[in-house]
């Protein structure tokens, strides 16, 4: 009996400090389940990324100078006399990101040019010195306060233009870089301690600064977009594609590494670190008068719904406000038409079950038509399938209809319609016993 209590303990031990692994690096709270002695070690998320993960879908805002400039990177060239956004209206903002089904918007609070939507103390390269609302207005703010029921990050860029930083915040001397340390670090502090909890923080390009303690003074449960305490990665392009598989662990040493993509994922790694797929609804990140013939069909936006959402990975689509401040309308219409689809398709299941073991079996009840699987692992007890196969029984012989390997947080198949009375999902391999949150068939969209 002592023996298997030392063992018991010792697994339990194992399996905490692997879902400590990444968590202590941003000092965020790092409950996480333990599994069953017998199951080996294996990365898990604390209790904040798995939440996380249930998000699916989120919604990103880039408007700065940039929008009056028709390009991508501020170059300080517009008289800030100019930057009048009359009509913006955060409450639209959150209407769109709900219309499309989001759960959470990043703003960008200050992009590489250094401008800023907030009230700072730092630099007058801000809303203070526009004209629109005297220069009162705090757009942070306002954002938060139409954020009711939707969950509010931001991006604050450390390269700043303005200040002579470049990517991750880095000065050309010493003495610049002690000077904009301490403007960046300030410029932090405001936006983390002024508006309420925040769902995430964006470090585009990493970030040499050290901000480690006010993330934790200030965010402890926020996840971290690149730097040294980062909590989740970038999946390595601006498709909002994920691979496949796209699996949540990495190496520890590539978790430290603060600009971990997908590339580095691994099934037995030993830090828990999911993707995320940021993507654009037209070509740019911000608005121009030249792109409105790139705003993306439904069809693209379900194409890489699947692609993100579908491997498991949370999707992050950006939106442009246009000069007068509002998203444009062809665009919210768009949105409302994704969500709409994706509501469509998978709004309310066929059949659904759960369980735990190498085989489920879930009863339709009769003999109906489906073309979509949905499977999700308790992530909370660590991504186990290593490859499986669903079955359906069709005239009374069952006949394999797909085929995979990671399962994660959710696995979307869709395959020819076939007509069945039960679905079985067999896993071939893995890593402890699989723990299937929720398996759900869904028949063709009506």
């Known amino acids: ?12 031990i194992a399996a905490a400090y692997a879902g400590l692994s990444v968590a202590a690096q941003a000092g965020q709270s790092s409950q996480a389940a333990s599994p069953p002695a017998q199951t080996p070690r294996l990365a898990l998320p604390t209790l904040e990324q798995a939440a996380w993960h249930d998000l699916e879908l989120g919604m990103f805002i880039h408007f700065a100078p940039n929008t009056w400039q028709d390009q991508e990177y501020d170059d300080l060239s517009t008289p800030l006399a100019k930057i009048n956004p009359a009509q913006l209206d955060t409450d639209q903002w959150v209407r769109v990101a709900e219309s499309m089904g989001a759960k959470y918007i990043i703003f960008v609070a200050k992009h590489v040019g250094g401008f800023c939507w907030w009230q700072t103390e730092t630099t007058d390269y801000s ?11 705090d757009v942070m703010a306002m954002l938060a306060e139409s954020c009711r029921g939707m969950k509010l990050g931001v991006y604050i860029s450390p390269a700043d233009r303005k200040h002579g930083a470049d990517v991750g915040g ?3 001397t010493p003495a610049e870089q002690t000077r904009y340390n301490a403007i960046y670090r300030q410029q932090l502090t405001e936006l ?26 200030y965010v402890p449960k926020a996840m971290i977009f690149q730097g040294p305490q980062a909590t989740i990665r970038w999946v390595g392009n601006e498709d909002g594609i994920a691979p496949y598989p796209a699996w949540n662990s990495l190496p520890l040493a590539a978790a430290k590494s603060g600009v971990a993509t997908a590339a580095e994922s691994r099934p037995d790694g030993d830090a828990w670190m999911p993707l995320e797929c940021d993507a654009r609804f037209r070509n740019t990140w911000f608005w121009n008068t030249k792109n409105a013939n790139t705003l993306k069909s439904v069809d693209q936006l379900m194409d890489m719904y699947y692609k993100s959402v579908g491997r498991g990975a949370v999707l992050l689509l950006n939106h442009t406000p246009d000069p007068t401040g509002l998203i444009p309308e062809a665009d919210a219409k768009r949105a409302a038409e994704f969500g709409a689809e994706v509501q469509r398709r998978f709004g309310k299941s066929t059949a659904e079950t759960s369980g735990q073991g190498e085989t489920i079996e879930l009863d339709l009840g009769k003999a109906r038509i489906v073309d979509h699987i949905i499977t999700m692992e308790d992530i909370r007890q660590g991504e186990r399938v290593r490859a499986y196969t669903i079955e359906a029984l069709t005239d009374g012989v069952w006949r394999e209809i797909v085929k995979g390997t990671a399962v994660g ?6 395959f020819t319609p076939v007509k069945t009375s039960k679905i079985w999902f067999r896993t071939l391999s893995s890593a402890g016993a699989p723990i299937i949150r929720k398996l759900a068939v869904y028949g063709p969209a009506k």
């Open 170 to 172: 880095r000065c050309k």
């Open 1 to 12: 009996m002592k023996k298997i209590g030392i063992l018991f303990l010792f697994s339990l």
């Open 127 to 137: 809303v203070k010195s526009i004209p629109w609302r005297g220069g009162k207005a």
């Open 409 to 414: 947080h959710k696995k979307i198949d869709r």
């Open 192 to 217: 983390l301690s002024r508006y309420g909890e925040l769902i995430e923080v964006w470090f585009d390009g990493s970030c040499i600064i050290d901000v480690g303690d006010l993330l934790k003074k």
